[in-house]
């Protein structure tokens, strides 16, 4: 089979996490990306988290199957290449401060005079417009003002953040479906366009009603741990193996099976208990009647009898539990991929599978530039244009 996307060049100017992400779902699909990096600053994700013999881990992920160039855009060199790659780009992916393309001459003006069906999706913390526009942006402020901080946590605790790129992946998927959106209104009406992502909107958008609660009642979502405010009982349990198990009964024939389940058949005739948000008014009472039966048993033991009575449960997973997983094994979640220095590494796979095509991960992070030389002269560069390039600090 071919790959979706094959037919796209895809240059990822960007850095960090949530177009660089963006750029990775799309590369997955089977387009050409070409992953654009100061010589002498790369992307600062290459060192974020942990590193085995001086290789970052993460990057290996996040990179794949990406060609790697530097170009230095504050030189005239840099932005000559630049410019000759945007023309034959289907998609420009940055996230640089408003602002900042157009200071080097390489705004969506002048990327798309020569190349009208461009895509230049414009990935920032707040925005091209706005008070907030020129702040650095990071996905952690787009948790704490997206109202995401503020509903996690436990009720007499502070407002939490989640240790990881939330709103970066939140935005990364955002990203792509935004580009994917362009490139079919570019297929009717044979233009590109400027798509403008602010990271602190597509979380936002993933909370729920939090707005429109605030908007016809004046109130706000409060912190409920692991609880929630429209059903119970919902929570993390301990198993008798101290192992840790979730269970949920947004639906309530779901929540009536649990109650049998677990001895508590009365409590299913409480006349509260008739409705979701009854049931978590009463989440103390219920959570005690779950907890303690869950804590005599096994984790294996919990989940067999959920499963028994269909009521729905899940183990709590760490990267252990979820490599050993049969279910992630048939499904293909977790890839094998050839390093040429770690040797086989382990990843999480693209996202979805396709009946009538194929993903694929074709190699891992590449360091910084190794494809200048090749990508260069596919420009038209001579190689003593490239020597003096690289001379200028310009590759």
């Known amino acids: 089979m071919t790959t979706p996307l094959d037919d796209l060049l895809v240059v990822d100017a960007s850095t960090l996490f949530a177009g660089p992400m963006a750029a990775m779902h799309l590369g997955d699909m089977g387009a050409r990306v070409i992953k654009v990096e100061h010589p002498q600053r790369p992307d600062p994700s290459r060192g974020h988290g942990p590193a ?63 190349n009208p069906g461009l895509v230049l999706a414009r990935v920032t913390g707040f925005g ?32 939490t953040l989640p240790p990881f790129g939330l ?29 403008d992502i602010a990271i602190i909107e597509p979380i936002l958008a993933m909370l729920g009603p939090q707005i429109t609660r605030w908007d016809q009642l004046g109130t706000v979502q409060p912190r409920t741990g692991n609880r929630s405010a429209n059903n119970a009982p919902r929570n993390a349990y301990l198993t008798a193996d101290a192992k840790w198990v979730a269970v949920s009964t947004s639906a309530q024939s779901i929540a009536e099976r649990v109650m049998e389940l677990v001895g508590r058949p009365e409590l299913t005739r409480e006349t509260w208990f008739a409705t979701g948000a009854g049931r978590a008014q009463h989440a103390d009472e219920l959570d005690e009647a779950v907890g ?21 449960v899940a183990p709590i997973y760490d990267a252990g539990d979820i490599m050993a997983d049969p279910h992630f094994q048939e499904l293909g979640t977790i890839h094998g991929i050839e ?17 009538g095509a194929d993903s694929r991960i074709a190699w ?32």
């Open 339 to 355: 390093d040429p220095v770690l040797g086989e590494m382990k990843m999480q796979g693209p996202l979805f599978r396709m009946s």
């Open 292 to 312: 303690a039966w869950i804590a005599e048993r096994s984790r294996d033991q919990v989940v067999a009898e959920f499963e028994r009575v269909h009521a729905a």
């Open 167 to 195: 709103a970066d992946g939140i935005a990364s998927l955002t990203t792509a479906y935004a580009v994917m959106t362009a490139l079919h209104h570019r297929s009717r009406v044979g233009t590109g366009q400027e798509m």
């Open 364 to 395: 891992t992070g590449r360091a910084p530039g190794a494809d200048t030389d090749a990508l260069l002269g596919e420009l038209g560069f001579s190689e003593q244009e490239v020597a003096t390039m690289r001379e200028d600090g310009a590759c």
């Open 52 to 114: 085995k013999d001086g290789e970052n881990l993460w990057w290996k992920t996040l990179g794949r199957n990406k060609e790697t160039v530097t170009l230095d855009l504050h030189t005239a060199g840099g932005v000559e290449a630049f410019l000759r790659l945007a023309e034959r780009a289907d998609v420009v992916i940055e996230n640089f401060r408003p602002g900042t393309l157009e200071k080097w001459g390489l705004g969506y003006e002048q990327l798309s005079a020569k």
């Open 128 to 159: 091209q417009k706005g008070p907030y526009r020129s702040r650095p942006g990071f996905g952690t402020l787009a948790e704490a003002m997206s109202g995401f901080a503020a509903m996690t946590g436990e009720p007499d605790g502070p407002p």
